[in-house]
């Protein structure tokens, strides 16, 4: 999925945590956060291309371990939770909040990407060694849309209204 989607579909994610749980505004941004997230395995990404440490960053990742591969993965959203839960902290947020706000987010960019066609590995298992690359073994998902397609332009639309009627509600 493009950036875009996942942004869209964060800000819903957050919206809809915000406005039924009580939380804090700042918890959007944990939520968005951890939408982008996965795609630092891409440097064509959205949040690849946020600055040049992430750019770099995510050069490295996606000549080791490759795009959509252990970064698509649960055991990833709960391990990245973990190791940032301690800087969300150093910087002052509510350390569970912000935690929780990355987890919902990044579980968020594994749903949508598994309604693509290549789907996603889920597990640490669902990634192979091939060709002296790690790759996707596992295509877990609806495979329902192409990324970038006209489809996935609906279901822009979709989110889009739906996030539109979440405000005003
Ligand atoms: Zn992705």
Do not use: C
């Not at 690359?133 to 609906?154: A, D, M, N, R, V």
């Amino acid at each position: 999925m493009l950036g875009r989607t996942h942004l869209i579909f964060g800000l819903l994610l957050g919206l809809f945590f915000i406005n039924f749980f009580n939380l804090g505004n700042v918890f959007i941004l944990f939520v968005l956060l951890g939408s982008l997230f996965p795609d630092l395995d891409h440097p064509g990404s959205l949040i690849s291309r946020f600055n040049f440490v992430f750019k770099d960053v995510s050069k490295i990742i996606s000549k080791t371990i490759g795009h959509r591969t252990y970064l698509h993965t649960l055991e990833a959203g709960f391990l990245f939770s973990l190791l940032l839960a301690p800087v969300f902290s150093y910087f002052g947020f509510n350390v569970l909040f912000s935690t929780l706000g990355f987890f919902v987010g990044f579980i968020g960019h594994l749903f949508l990407d598994s309604l693509t066609r290549s789907g996603i590995p889920l597990f640490f298992n669902g990634v192979k060694w091939n060709l002296f690359k790690f790759k996707q073994k596992k295509h877990y998902g609806l495979k329902l849309i192409k990324t970038g397609s006209i489809e996935e332009g609906y279901l822009d639309l979709i989110l889009f209204l739906l996030l539109i009627g979440l405000y005003l509600f």
